[in-house]
């Protein structure tokens, strides 16, 4: 069974940049779609990210683009989440998960099987 753990959360200023890391174990992911989703308070998970197995094709939801990059190292068995100008809106705890399917066109929580605790991202104005 693969474990997901989510790191490199935290506090900072509107403009500034955090990376996440997710880190799995239990067996290797380097053959699945992976996801980043956030869910902030109150509100609905909702899909942030994806990428397909190769890296090569990658899909983010619209209020993203331009600002986040995800990415893959599947010799280390991480994906990662480059956030850049971040803005308050982006509060939120972010989740990695592990898509059932090989291909990246995959954006409903209910099309993801494993999934991590979370990490806490706060942006302040």
């Known amino acids: 069974q693969v474990q997901l753990v989510e790191s490199g959360g935290g506090l900072v200023q509107a403009g500034g940049s955090l990376r996440l890391s997710c880190a799995a174990s239990?067996?290797?992911?380097?053959?699945?779609?992976m996801g980043w989703f956030r869910q902030a308070p109150g509100k609905e998970r909702r899909f942030v990210a994806t990428?397909?197995?190769?890296?090569?094709?990658?899909y983010y939801t619209t209020s993203v683009k331009g600002r986040f990059t995800i990415s893959r190292d599947n010799a280390k068995n991480t994906v990662y989440l480059q956030m850049n100008s971040l803005k308050p809106e982006d509060t939120a705890v972010y989740f990695c998960?592990?898509?059932?399917?090989?291909?990246?066109?995959?954006?409903?929580?209910?099309?993801?099987?494993?999934w991590g605790q979370g990490t806490q991202v706060t942006v302040s104005s």
């Open positions: 998960a592990e898509c059932r399917y090989s291909t990246a066109e995959h954006y409903h929580t209910d099309e993801y099987d494993y």
């Open positions: 239990g067996r290797t992911f380097s053959n699945s779609t």
């Open positions: 990428i397909n197995w190769s890296g090569g094709t990658t």
